[in-house]
Structures are given as structure tokens and as C-alpha cells.
T-cell receptor, first 118, second 120 residues
Framework: EAGVVQSPRYKIIEKKQPVAFWCNPI?????LYWYLQNLGQGPELLIR????????DSQLPKDRFSAERLKGVDSTLKIQPAELGDSAVYLC????????????????FGPGTRLTVL | AQKVTQAQTEISVVEKEDVTLDCVYE???????LFWYKQPPSGELVFLIR??????QNEISGRYSWNFQKSTSSFNFTITASQVVDSAVYFC?????????????????FGQGTILTVHP
């Protein structure tokens, strides 16, 4: 079974430029997450989707960040314009839903996209 | 709000030593789940174990064991006879059943992580 796929793996841009990250979750997983991981820190949730609906985007800085999951499968996270402080690893994860109750199902993570803003 | 604290930033051991990674959590929910994830140098977090708040039985899986104590809000992870391949960053995480406002269920709150280095 293929894991969570993310691209690109690395991205270097200059500040004020736009950038987009793509994620394809494990087949059949209806829940998709985007996390931000700063160096030396644990991941922090940016947004969670149940199918195509964003059910928790309270941590997403909406002035410059946006995300979409149009057909309930793959997803794109965008930053426009990027700032120096956005340099981090952006992780995508998926889980198989809430069959075990909310919060129960383990999340499967992709390798992440390491963003460097110069 | 939920919080996870991993007080040990870095641990260095020699191969075959036993090592325990500490995790302390805070939550107001009575139903919650605790997880441990491993992040090797490749960057991909790997799920190790899940525990629900009603199951305080300790668990052993090969060289790994977990000690969950609700009385001290701790969920510690022990690696017995450590190996070089165990070198990674280990994260403890908490997921609430309901969460604040009813919308944060399923949200994993991670600790800061513990960098484990096992020397040959």
C-alpha cells in the first residue's frame, strides 16, 4: 500500500513569492491533515479535512495561507506571499476516519516538504 | 487546552543500554488518546502505539514498552537494549475525544520531541 505522498520534498524561494505544496493521502483515507513543523519542535496542526470539508482551520493564518481539497482526495496548501518565518517543514497526514471515535485513528504521515524562504 | 510536555530534549546512550523517554500530558477531557511517534532522519513520522484513557495496562512490543499512569498524567516509553537504529526523534502526542468547542477532536497535540542518539 502506498503511503502519503508529498511534493516537492524541498523548496527554496525568496520572500514575498508564492509557494504551493501538494499531498496525496493513502487511498481510502477520508481525513487529511496539514501540519507545520518548526526546527526542534513537534508538528502543529494547520488544518484538518473530513472529505472535502475543512472542519478545523483555526490554526491556519488565513491572511496568507490557503488550502483546498476539492474532490476529497488530494490537497494543496498555498502560501502567498511567503515570509522568512514560514521556513519550516510542512507535513501532510491522513487517517481512515472516525470509525473508532474522534481522535482514535492513528495518522499516517508523509515525508514532508522542507521550505526555505530567503 | 491540551498540552504535552517532553522534558528531555536530548538523550545519548550507548548501544544495549535501556532508555526511558518521559511524557507528561494535560487535558480536561475524560476520554482521550495518547500516542508515540518516531521521526527518523528521513523525516517521516512513524506511528508506534496508541493508548486510550480507559486502558492503563502497560504494553510491551519487542524491545519497546509503555507505562501509562493516569494518576501522574504520564505516558513513558522505554526501549530495552537500545540499538543504533533506534536513533531518532520521538514524539508523544495527545488527541482528545471531544476537545474545546467540539471541533478539535482528532487534533493531535505533540510534545517538543526527544532526540535519542544511540552510539555503537
Amino acid at each position: 500500500e502506498a503511503g502519503v505522498v508529498q511534493s516537492p520534498r524541498y523548496k527554496i524561494i525568496e520572500k514575498k513569492q508564492p509557494v504551493a505544496f501538494w499531498c496525496n493521502p493513502i487511498s481510502g483515507h477520508n481525513t487529511l491533515y496539514w501540519y507545520l513543523q518548526n526546527l526542534g519542535q513537534g508538528p502543529e496542526l494547520l488544518i484538518r479535512y473530513e472529505n472535502e470539508e475543512a472542519v478545523d482551520d483555526s490554526q491556519l493564518p488565513k491572511d496568507r495561507f490557503s488550502a483546498e481539497r476539492l474532490k476529497g482526495v488530494d490537497s494543496t496548501l498555498k502560501i502567498q506571499p511567503a515570509e522568512l518565518g514560514d521556513s519550516a517543514v510542512y507535513l501532510c497526514a491522513s487517517s481512515s476516519g472516525t470509525s473508532g471515535g474522534p481522535g482514535y485513528n492513528e495518522q499516517f504521515f508523509g515525508p514532508g516538504t522542507r521550505l526555505t524562504v530567503l | 487546552a491540551q498540552k504535552v510536555t517532553q522534558a528531555q530534549t536530548e538523550i545519548s546512550v550507548v548501544e544495549k543500554e535501556d532508555v526511558t523517554l518521559d511524557c507528561v500530558y494535560e487535558t480536561r477531557d475524560t476520554t482521550y488518546y495518547l500516542f508515540w511517534y518516531k521521526q527518523p532522519p528521513s523525516g517521516e513520522l512513524v506511528f508506534l502505539i496508541r493508548r486510550n484513557s480507559f486502558d492503563e495496562q502497560n504494553e510491551i512490543s519487542g524491545r519497546y514498552s509503555w507505562n501509562f499512569q493516569k494518576s501522574t498524567s504520564s505516558f513513558n516509553f522505554t526501549i530495552t537494549a537500545s540499538q543504533v537504529v533506534d536513533s531518532a526523534v520521538y514524539f508523544c502526542a495527545l488527541s482528545e475525544f471531544v476537545g474545546a468547542g467540539g471541533t478539535s477532536y482528532g487534533k493531535l497535540t505533540f510534545g517538543q520531541g526527544t532526540i535519542l542518539t544511540v552510539h555503537p
